[in-house]
């Protein structure tokens, strides 16, 4: 209950927010798909003139001849290249984006444990994408998983165009979706950081990639169960950070706290790295935003410009707050601020204003410093690196608030069905699929850590973890001694 508290003090804040989206002016009708479930539940373009008025009903036969058809799919060399462009940034997030964001924070005796971590995990989870994982999110119709139509990719060929992005091959859409996975997948790493078994990592990866990542990628964007009651989630608010800031959380209390936790410093090696790394996730993120567009269009230009400000915004507020507290601002706080923006924006990319993405940043930039102080010290959990602090609750704050920004009244596009568009409504939506995806992450988390437990343990000893991970468990260290 007390994560779910931030979402309601939240609404109270958007009522002193609201003025400055109002600034913004709606957005052009543009309802070209998103992200792969909205491309999947948006209606097609029409494809005549609204004007054209139907044969009259004395003659069916000349009607259903004049009557226009659909183009056929087409390949686009534009949105394929932006596409291929897209993946490659999202790669960059991950390896080397996430890794030396991580590693930065790390101590130096456990650099590269958590390097490796991150590295194999994107390794290990983009070939099980391609085994299973993208036929049971893309292919059938369950509430929960979709089906094995196309596992180890079957049907598939270098000519074959996605059925939910038409207008790229969908080995590129395979492609696109295997690098969420892997990072989603990765982010989790750092709440059980310098302290976890390296074969444990794996064995959980493994199942909650299977049970958790995969039915709540299908419910949201594969046609599943949140899919279909209009939840709204551009690039994965719900399908990657709250998963896995949940998924993070309940590792930290079933690993246990570092030793020392609470009575010395255990402080970052380097924060040059953590920098590194932080610059590079916001770079990778406009593959990650822009990319769920799934075409080089305006969508994706909106998508672009609010990952600039919403991160920026973020940045900004995270140091005021830091500056007040603490009366410095940091170059951690810098880095952690400008994440927590993006991370709070991912849901609402292609819904919500540019106006509307500045104040969901500074919102979130002040929210998400609580969550890695106030709110960590009130859950009592060693979440070493604050995965949850940033990315579970500013996937939260994301996901609830794209329902008001996404607005038009507040500059919003009205999500994928903006003549109907009911703030209230899909403000119901987005908290049903916030509460889903907290109760399914952390159910599937715990029995995932339990299994890994019973199998191999999930801690080190503690004198392998006092001399450090790089030497106890790969044999090796990041730094001449």
């Known amino acids: 209950m007390k994560k779910l508290l931030a979402s309601f003090i939240l609404g109270l804040s958007l009522l002193s927010a609201g003025t400055l989206s109002l600034a913004q002016a709606p957005a052009p009708a543009d309802t070209t798909i998103a992200a792969p479930v909205a491309d999947a539940a ?8 609204v004007a ?10 000349a009607a259903a001849e004049a009557a226009p058809t659909a183009p056929a799919p087409k390949l686009d060399s534009g949105d394929t290249a932006w596409m291929l462009t897209s993946t490659m940034l999202v790669i960059l997030m991950v390896i080397p984006g996430l890794a030396l964001f991580y590693g930065g924070l790390a101590r130096s005796k456990n650099m590269l444990s958590v390097l490796v971590q991150v590295f194999v995990i994107f390794a290990l989870i983009t ?56 990072i989603t997948v990765a982010l989790i790493v750092g709440s059980f950081a310098e302290r976890i078994k390296f074969a444990a990592v794996l064995i959980f990866a493994v ?72 610059s590079l996730l916001w770079v990778g993120w406009f593959g990650f935003n822009a990319g769920s567009a799934g075409a080089a269009n305006g969508v994706a230009g909106l998508a672009f410009i609010n990952t600039i400000l919403a991160t920026g915004a973020a940045t900004l507020s995270w ?43 500074l919102i979130a930039g002040v929210v998400c410093l609580w ?47 903006p003549d109907t568009f009911a703030m209230g409504a899909q403000l119901w939506i987005q908290v049903k699929s916030v509460l889903l995806t907290i109760v399914w992450s952390g159910v599937v988390s715990f029995v995932a850590y339990k299994i890994a437990d019973l199998l191999v343990g999930l801690r080190v000893p503690e004198e392998a973890e006092r001399e450090g991970l790089d030497i106890t468990s790969h044999g090796e260290t990041a730094y001449n001694r």
């Open 207 to 278: 199942l909650w990639f299977t049970f958790s990542y995969i039915p709540m990628a299908h419910m949201v964007w594969g046609g599943g169960l949140l899919g279909k009651d209009g939840a709204l989630d551009f690039a994965g608010g719900t399908v990657v950070h709250i998963n896995a800031g949940i998924a993070g959380l309940v590792g930290a209390y079933m690993v246990g706290k570092r030793i020392g936790f609470g009575k010395e410093a255990l402080t970052p090696h380097s924060l040059t790295l953590t920098m590194v790394g932080a």
């Open 127 to 182: 070939v099980l994408w391609a085994v299973y994982g993208y036929s049971l999110t893309f292919a059938g119709e369950g509430q929960f998983f979709g089906g094995f139509d196309k596992i180890f990719l079957k049907g598939i060929a270098p000519d074959t165009l996605s059925g939910l992005l038409p207008t790229i091959p969908e080995y590129v859409f395979v492609a696109f979706q295997s690098t969420f996975a892997a």
């Open 371 to 417: 969550g890695v102080g106030g709110l960590k010290k009130m859950l009592g959990a060693d979440d070493a690196f604050d995965v949850f602090g940033v990315h579970g609750l500013g996937g939260i704050i994301g996901a609830i608030l794209t329902a008001v920004f996404a607005s038009q009244s507040l500059g919003g596009t009205g999500g994928l069905t």
């Open 52 to 61: 054209e008025a139907p044969a009259p009903a004395a003659e069916p036969v």
């Open 42 to 49: 948006a209606p097609a373009p029409v494809a005549a003139p």
């Open 319 to 361: 140091l005021a707050g830091e500056a007040l507290h603490k009366g410095k601002a940091s170059m951690l706080g810098a880095a952690s601020g400008a994440v927590a923006g993006l991370v709070a924006v991912t849901p609402a990319a292609g819904f919500v204003g540019p106006m509307g993405s500045i104040v969901l940043g």
